[in-house]
Nanobody, 120 residues
Framework: QVQLVESGGGLVQAGGSLRLSCTAS????????MGWYRQAPGKQRELVAR???????VYADSVKGRFTISRDRAKNAVFLQMDRLKPEDTAVYYC??????????????WGQGTQVTVSS
């Protein structure tokens, strides 16, 4: 199995920045896609950003231009640089990774989450 560990969350004032980190172990385990999701109280979990094995990146419309996702394949890590944070960004952020076994089957891994709170 793969363990994902997030760090970097915290409390920040609106307009500030945070950088989230996620490290997967063991580092030798092949992963296809890695990304970040978030879930605010009373809301469904939503995709924030994702990068696939080919380096293709997608962002939620709400974070485009403010968040930047990056991946370090050697370290089996993914990062999320969050700039110009808004109170609406307040949520628990979860690291996500998957590995396709066959076309019809994908193994999905989740971190425990890190709290991001943006004050007005």
């Amino acid at each position: 199995q793969v363990q994902l560990v997030e760090s970097g969350g915290g409390l920040v004032q609106a307009g500030g920045s945070l950088r989230l980190s996620c490290t997967a172990s063991p580092t030798t385990r092949r992963l296809d896609n890695m990304g970040w999701y978030r879930q605010a109280p009373g809301k469904q979990r939503e995709l924030v950003a994702r990068v696939d094995s080919g380096g293709n990146i997608v962002y939620a419309d709400s974070v485009k231009g403010r968040f930047t996702i990056s991946r370090d394949r050697a370290k089996n890590a993914v990062f999320l640089q969050m700039d110009r944070l808004k109170p609406e960004d307040t949520a628990v952020y979860y690291c996500n990774a998957d590995r396709a076994v066959v076309v019809e089957k994908v193994l999905v891994f989740w971190g425990q989450g890190t709290q991001v709170t943006v004050s007005s």
